[in-house]
């Protein structure tokens, strides 16, 4: 296992996908490990799982920050499962962990993590051609607290290209 990462890229969405998101999120998963970041996320099923098998297939590191307080409620990709007990207040803690947040999807949960993400001022960019919050939430201003917009990219391989440039060149 390579211990030489840069940083970490929590990955937010939805826990029920259809196959095209999921090989979109897997995609994800696999640029973010290519890339030598870590990923995080909620730890369990649809997108989080999906990019984590992702990661997991190109030697990538994952961590699951998740609603339970079992860990084995962690889909199989995981490699550092965290419980919380928390329920959906684990969203605040799954968006302050990464360096960035990547939206792929995603109901009212994935809702709040973009929310908390943008309170804390962690870079977003949003997946757009895909059902769910990340793609209505593409250059849109949550509020007057930061001066740019939520990152819109139509595919994976700009939504991790815009993400690691806006962790890169982030105050």
């Known amino acids: ?18 196959s095209e998101t999921a090989e979109k999120a897997r995609k994800i998963g696999q640029l973010i490990a290519k890339n030598r970041y870590i990923l995080a996320c909620g730890g369990m099923g649809g997108v989080m799982e999906a990019a ?3 990661c997991k297939e190109e030697n990538g590191l994952t961590i699951g920050i998740l609603p339970t307080g079992n860990k084995y409620n962690a889909n199989p990709y995981v490699d550092i499962k965290i419980p919380t007990a928390l329920g959906h207040a684990r969203n605040t803690i799954v968006a302050l962990t990464g ?15 973009i929310c908390f993400a943008w309170v804390y001022n962690k870079p977003i960019c949003v997946l757009t051609n895909v059902k769910g919050w990340s793609s209505k939430m593409a250059n849109q201003k949550l509020d007057h607290r930061r001066k740019e917009k939520i990152h819109g ?7 991790v290209k815009k993400i690691i440039e806006l962790i890169e060149t982030h105050e």
Request: with cysteine.
């Open 1 to 18: 296992m390579n211990f030489n990462y840069k940083g970490i890229i929590s990955v937010i969405g939805s826990s029920e996908i259809d």
């Open 153 to 159: 990219a139509n595919t994976p391989e700009e939504a």
């Open 99 to 113: 360096d960035g947040i990547i939206a792929v999807a995603g109901n009212a949960g994935t809702l709040s993590e």
């Open 52 to 54: 984590c098998k992702g």
